[in-house]
């Protein structure tokens, strides 16, 4: 055992050195994401969603280095991967449309103008528009997948969030503020 520490002092060194880097890499993402959730006024819930998938992208990123740095023979490793993608490849060109709709909700989380709360109208030739006219939806939840949507009948519609990157909205109004105001009338 002890031959085996002597042997590999610059393996735990530099292991040592990539924990220390990742643990910092994922507070700083964390925090940025936090800032970001927190000026935009993101639900909470939305911001510990962006979270998990920072956790989970650190960690591959983590184990793709520490392969590095302990030598792992790529060519093994690399028939290893091919197998592994290939059957995950096949899997996801079945389910792409969860693929989409996962990374269309990171792009929300950034870079969506509308808030849980607001008012919007999707120029959707699809959503039906009664004798009123089209329909008007209060945003009531955005998840990773889907976007909960309530029209004027109080009817839940779940609508997908590529379909939110994809279709034009207008927002009809925004969420009331904190200070009790309508914001951008």
């Known amino acids: 055992m002890e031959d085996f520490l002597i042997g590999h002092q610059s393996e735990f060194l530099w292991s040592l050195i990539t924990l220390v880097a990742l643990v910092i890499l994922r507070f700083l993402a964390a925090k940025m994401v936090r800032r970001i959730g927190k000026i935009s006024d993101f639900v ?3 911001t510990a969603l962006i979270l998990k998938y920072v956790s989970v992208l650190t960690t591959f990123l983590g184990i793709g280095i520490f392969t590095f ?3 792992v023979n790529f060519q093994e490793l690399g028939l290893l991967f091919s197998s592994i993608f290939a059957v995950i490849g096949v899997a996801l060109f079945a389910q792409w449309s969860i693929l989409s709709n996962v990374t269309s909700g990171v792009i929300l989380f950034f870079s969506f103008p509308f808030k849980i709360g607001d008012r919007i109208r999707i120029m959707d030739k ?3 528009a009664d004798e009123e006219g089209p329909d ?3 945003i009531e939840d955005i998840k990773s997948y889907h976007v909960h949507l309530r029209n004027h009948r109080g009817e839940l519609i ?7 990157l994809q279709k034009a909205i207008v ?3 925004k969420a ?3 200070n009790g105001g309508i914001e951008g009338q």
């Open 126 to 128: 699809e959503l039906i």
């Open 136 to 138: 008007v939806f209060v």
């Open 171 to 173: 927002l009809v109004n």
């Open 69 to 71: 740095i302990w030598g």
């Open 44 to 46: 909470v819930a939305r």
């Open 176 to 178: 009331e503020t904190k």
């Open 158 to 164: 779940t609508y997908p969030n590529n379909m939110m």
